[in-house]
């Protein structure tokens, strides 16, 4: 169990284990490290540059959704409202409007603040704010959007068009900051940008952020990263691998690359997932979805098309079986053969086709009698089974074949087979809980978050550290608001408001 620990995000305890590092006599330390934030490329420059990502209607419904006040904000310069405000400075500077958005929550915590000041509407970019004094001429909520707009696309952005002009063989901005160049940051990083928005956020703000100089803490940049991660790019508001099924209802989805898929029944279910990890959730979370093709086949079904040749479905992919006496060879029954329409058919990937060389094409377990070691072979390759968790939870109600190692021999060896998508998963030897989608392991970040997705404590399965290591890491997943999920179409998803998430407004650090 994780309760009360914090997962992934590791809070520093340099002060209770030794004094911190310092630079000239000054103290540095991080308050908040977190291993998906990669400094030297904090997003890719076609997400700045992406000014049609959101709508008028979407950036409303979006600040309507956060919980701050800013949807009802008129501002005085305009007479127009904060989102259509937003909307029209993108457009005008071609500029994505969740780029806006994130950097008003950065600097002012304005897009989740209940009872903003005036002066975090006047100031609400930082734009010309350095050391705590701004220049007055660039006061106001329409002034700082278009400001900083104009600065990132038509000089910052301009200038890191430029080889050498302001570095000899670099792309640089006017502070040199350069891409492929390494410089420090105001608060002690070494940092190597690699691409133009990169060298541009560090060009607006020098610093690196999650840190504490000399007692003074900076989120910077490391907040618009999380901030913008927590909004924009957590992909899916839920993993692939989460099986859905909104109250009242008898239909259950399977949450896949942003899509649901309806299972068309319940064979169709239980062949391929485990239906105690259903999560029930309200029929508007499920609305948000596109849909995608329905299941309609239990895995392994043999499905026979209009011209009567016959398939084997294994997972989504057809295997044609090439002749009757592979079919025969098998040990297949004709009279478990199903007629499809060829339209459910034509949805579904073309595998390799089953021939009489092709070993186990349905998949056997099969036990090396002199190691004790467990492969799953299929198609003639065998994937070596790292721990007895996922043998059982893979595969549930398999037999285990005794084999003899000259056969295994024969066989090349895959990849190490993984834990299916959905399954909870840790560590004999540490906290961390993982939720498993698409082959990579996802950090849970918090018991709040474990707990906001309804996630089942008993459902978590202990397994050795090997076995957790053969899974990729993937995006961590905060804690899943879903008060948002009837306002904005997933993925985008809900940031939460913590003290290291609030705006920069007591340290903003600009160049103009």
């Known amino acids: 169990m994780m309760k009360n620990k914090k997962i992934i995000v590791i809070f520093c305890l340099i002060g209770l284990l030794f004094s911190p590092p310092t630079t000239l006599g000054v103290s540095i330390a991080f308050y908040e490290t977190n291993p998906d934030f990669n400094p ?3 997003i890719s420059d076609t997400a700045v540059m992406d000014y049609n990502s959101l709508t008028i209607e979407q950036i409303r419904d979006f600040i309507a959704g956060q919980g701050g006040v800013l949807n009802n904000y008129v501002d005085p310069q ?45 100031w609400a970019v930082g734009y010309s704010c350095y050391g705590g004094v701004c220049l007055d001429k660039y006061r106001g909520f329409s002034t700082q959007l278009r400001s900083m707009a104009n600065k990132f696309i038509n000089d910052y952005f301009a200038d890191l068009n430029v080889r050498s002009k302001h570095k000899n063989n670099f792309f640089c901005t006017f502070t040199k900051w350069c891409i492929g160049d390494a410089k420090e940051t105001q608060d002690y990083q070494l940092i190597i940008p690699q691409n133009k928005a990169t060298a541009a956020l560090y060009t607006y703000n020098p610093y690196r952020g999650g840190t504490i100089i000399s007692g003074q803490k900076y989120g910077a940049n490391y907040n618009f990263w999380k901030i913008w991660e927590s909004w924009f790019e957590q992909g899916v508001f839920r993993p692939t691998g989460t099986l859905l099924k909104a109250a009242g209802s008898a239909d259950v989805y399977l949450i896949q690359n942003g899509q649901k898929r309806r299972f068309a029944n319940f064979s169709s279910l239980v062949t391929r997932y485990d239906p105690t990890d259903i999560v029930l959730v309200e029929g508007a979370e499920l609305d948000q979805y596109q849909s995608g093709p329905e299941i309609k086949f239990p895995q392994y079904s043999l499905l026979m098309n209009s011209k009567g040749e016959i398939f084997l479905l294994v997972d989504d992919s057809l295997r044609h079986i090439a002749s009757m006496e592979v079919f025969k060879t098998l040990g297949l029954n004709p009279e478990e053969v199903e007629e499809a329409a060829d339209a459910d058919l034509a ?21 090396d009698a002199s190691s004790g ?32 190692p000259e056969e295994l021999d024969k066989y090349p060896k895959g990849e190490a087979v993984k834990f299916k998508d959905g399954a909870l998963i840790k560590s004999d030897s540490s906290d961390v809980v993982y939720f498993i989608s698409g082959g990579k392991k996802l950090p849970i970040l918090s018991e709040k978050a474990f707990l906001s997705r309804n996630y089942q404590w008993e459902k978590i399965v202990v397994t050795n550290q090997s076995a957790v290591d053969i899974h990729p890491t993937g995006e961590t997943l905060d804690v899943l608001d879903v008060s948002l999920i009837s306002k904005v179409k997933i993925p985008a998803k809900s940031a939460t408001t913590t003290e290291e998430s609030l705006g920069d407004n007591t340290t903003t650090t600009t160049n103009y």
């Open 40 to 42: 030297n490329y904090i």
């Open 78 to 122: 305009t007479n127009l409202p904060a989102y259509y405000v937003i909307w029209q400075v993108a457009q005008e500077f071609h500029i994505s409007p969740k780029f806006i958005l994130t950097m008003l929550q950065k600097e002012q915590s304005l897009v989740t603040d209940p009872s903003p000041s005036k002066n975090q509407y006047d």
């Open 347 to 367: 949805s579904l990937k073309q595998g390799p086709e089953i021939t009489l060389t092709s070993a186990y094409p349905t998949g056997a377990l099969i036990k």
């Open 373 to 404: 070691g467990v492969y799953f072979v299929q198609n003639g390759v065998k994937y070596p089974i790292f721990s007895k968790e996922i043998l059982l939870m893979n595969y549930p109600s398999q037999k285990v074949l005794s084999g003899h």
